[in-house]
């Protein structure tokens, strides 16, 4: 019958999926050989080897579980064979839980040391004695499934059938209880990806392309990419991730957003409409427009289709005999009060400009109307258009085209001479002509 038990538990135990035994992986099964040796100097008694030492526990929390034994064992007791066996139950505390991990128990059950002459009934019986006991061993983790243990415990039973002992056990047990949503083999707990099946090196996280980064840490788990970058690739190998390279297959800078700057004007070639001559951000990385090429951009060029110097505007320097001319007072128009109308010793003045206007086609001339502060500003303002344009009108009577003069009344608003005074009154009605070299270049 004893045999019976034994075949029926070590079959229970073949049945039994395992996991170590932690707090997520609560059941656990274990079979190992168990040494028995009698403590009690009454009696002449060998050290037995047997086996089964068959237990089975439950995790309960904190590093506790509650399980039972049943032990079995053959030995000599003053010269006659005795058949060893032992159910208890039993609390035992895991010191730690790392791979290889100490822990202490202690229990309660029934022992019996049966022999010929104490046979009282199959085990148990009214002849086993009621055993409490102690003890350590140290459990070492093979896999997530199988752990090796070591225990050694004393017993102490004062009640006939059974003595005090020790009893030492060397085996295997094995785990189980664990969920596995994802069906990995790494249990829910401590799976990082419990609902994707994953690999247990990534905690049960997967690794979809392959580049050794978990998905979990991988900025681009789809594709294979460097730890350095967080899983991503770097096509240009300009250390800027892919999916935040602006330029990934030219190598550029982080300050560019991965991209070049080939004609290093601070414009990415991927904005820069000119990527190979350097030019201004303002004018998409191109150089200021310079029709005329004399390396003043048109922007600030008064001539942009002329070669000048930058001295005088972009435009060439005014010929030397329209410079004396325009010189002093040839430069003024006076006009009489409340009139737009030119007076003969202005017109003479413009006869003369009329003929180097002939001969510098280039020149053209813009005309500006004054006037004093006499009247309101509305009346001196219009006043002083109406002498530009006189003044305008009389040069193309004169043959000038129309499209080298330009008129601008200022009104009462630029005086040359103190408008309280008659004289300066007089001074400040007037048509000043200003030089300017096509476009309208002022001197």
Known sequence: MKKLYTIMILVLATVFVAKAQTSDSPWAVSLGLNLVGVQDDSVDASTGFG????????????GFSIGAQYSLNSLEINNSDADYSALEGFLKYNISENDIYPYLFAGYGLSNFQTDSNAEGQFPSTGAGRTYFGGAGISFSISDNWNVNASTSYRSSSEKGSYNHLQHVVGFSYVFGAGDTDKDGVSDKKDVCPEVPGLKEFEGCPDTDGDGIPDNKDSCPEEAGSAELNGCPDADGDGIADKDDACPEAAGSAEMNGCPDSDGDGVADNLDKCPKEAGEAANDGCPEDDRDGDGIPDKDDVCPDEAGDAANSGCPELPEKLIDFMKGENSTLLFVVNSSKVTDESSAKLKILTDLLGTYTKVNVVIE?????????????????????????????????ASRLETIGYGETRPVEDNSTAEGRTANRRVQLERRVKLKVVE
Do not use: T
């Open 51 to 62: 086996i089964p030492a068959l237990g089975f526990s439950r995790y309960i929390a904190g």
């Open 369 to 401: 109307g004054h006037a004093s502060s006499d009247g309101s500003m509305a009346y001196n303002q219009s006043l002083s258009e109406k002498r530009a344009n006189s003044v305008k009108e009389a040069l193309m009577a004169m043959g000038v085209d």
